[in-house]
């Protein structure tokens, strides 16, 4: 029997001992199965009346039904016992694109990865990603990505007076205010960003999905070897019951 052949029915042997356990449990509780009696009459008297006899069959014994719970968890525990032994021998080399990450590992640890691995993949689907409406540079002294400058010119609105008309012989110059925007100065603006670029978490975002599929195959591959059948209900029985 292979490993994987081992897991897929476990579950079901483990299901059926469990009813069978609560089966022995309920009979164990029903006193009255394991009662019996034979009642007889015997009259002092030669000619006296002799009542009739009274009896009772004794239904279950306390020994079949601990061979009732033994033959339940039997298959089951040695079947436990198999696939336990055979998680400790049944190991896997993880290997990515002809890599190989990680020599030897275990099913469960196997397992464990993959959990693992998936809670990193939604990690690096929640980091922040350069905007790319912008031109982005890396400047390593910063640690972070920045903008080239963008230069804007900053006006102000300044208030001034000109002739609307001139003086004449019969009316003075008519003098109008009027508001003018000149320029103050010169804004330059250079933004910075601690996000990633897209094609950077594209690659992260590879290899996560990349090393995810190697465990899997890598379990697989460990689930498929053979195992050694082993033996454990019989012993631990023996012992418990032994007379």
């Not at 490993?3 to 089966?23: C, D, M, P, R």
């Not at 003098?175 to 094609?199: H, M, N, R």
């Amino acid at each position: 029997m292979k490993l994987n052949q081992l897991i897929a029915v476990l579950q079901s042997v483990k299901a059926n001992a469990s009813k069978g356990k609560t089966e022995v449990y309920q009979l164990s509780q029903k006193t009255a199965l394991f009662q019996g009696l034979s009642r007889t009459f015997q009259s002092r008297e030669e000619d006296g009346y002799i009542y009739p006899a009274e009896s009772q069959k004794l239904t279950l014994k306390a020994t079949e039904l601990i061979d009732k719970f033994v033959q339940s968890c039997s298959e089951y525990l040695d079947l436990a016992a198999t696939q336990d032994h055979a998680n400790t021998e049944a190991k896997a080399a993880i290997v990515v694109e002809g890599q190989t990450i990680l020599q030897d590992v275990p099913v469960s640890h196997l397992l464990f990865l993959e959990k693992q691995l998936q809670d990193v993949k939604t990690f690096i689907g929640s980091l922040p990603v350069l905007s790319i409406d912008k031109d982005w540079q890396h400047d390593s002294n910063r640690g972070c990505y920045v903008t080239s400058p963008k230069e804007t010119v900053k006006t102000k609105k300044i208030t001034d007076f000109v002739v609307a008309y001139d003086a004449t012989e019969h009316h003075p110059a008519q003098i109008k205010e009027v508001s003018k925007d000149v320029v103050e100065g010169t804004w330059s603006l250079i933004e910075f960003s601690g996000a990633l670029p897209q094609d950077r978490v594209n690659v992260l975002m590879r290899r996560v999905e990349l090393l995810q599929k190697a465990v899997v195959q890598a379990r697989e591959e460990a689930n498929s070897r053979e195992v050694q059948q082993r033996q454990a209900a019989s012993a631990i029985f023996s012992y418990l019951f032994a007379d």
